[in-house]
Nanobody, 118 residues
Framework: QVQLVESGGGLVQPGGSLRLSCAAS????????LAWYRQAPGKQRELVATITRSGNINYVNYADAVKGRFTISRDNAKNTVYLQMNSLKPEDTAVYYC?????????WGQGTQVTVSS
């Protein structure tokens, strides 16, 4: 059974930081492309960051809204993908989901709430 379990969300003041984690089980984690998405109330789910693997090189991409503030990383030994979020803004408030995909296989976590408010 495949499981992706996010953690690390919470309430933070504008300008603060959070680190989200997503622990995977039931898949060969190292061969999967990984991503973080978010969904704010009343809005569609949007892609935040991706980390894809080619050989021994990880390629990362970010949505324009988070470039320079968020960092995605992975630890294959721990089957975990991270999202370091700095300089958080109220507009970053959303439920954040991790995603693992490889060819026709795609899996989602249950989401973790991030609220940025003073």
């Amino acid at each position: 059974q495949v499981q992706l379990v996010e953690s690390g969300g919470g309430l933070v003041q504008p300008g603060g930081s959070l680190r989200l984690s997503c622990a995977a089980s039931g898949i060969i984690f190292s061969i999967y492309d990984l991503a973080w998405y978010r969904q704010a109330p009343g809005k569609q789910r949007e892609l935040v960051a991706t980390i894809t693997r080619s050989g021994n090189i990880n390629y990362v991409n970010y949505a324009d809204a988070v470039k320079g503030r968020f960092t995605i990383s992975r630890d294959n030994a721990k089957n975990t993908v991270y999202l370091q979020m700095n300089s958080l803004k109220p507009e970053d408030t959303a439920v954040y989901y991790c995603n693992a995909n490889k060819q026709r296989n795609e899996y989602w976590g249950q989401g973790t709430q991030v609220t940025v408010s003073s």
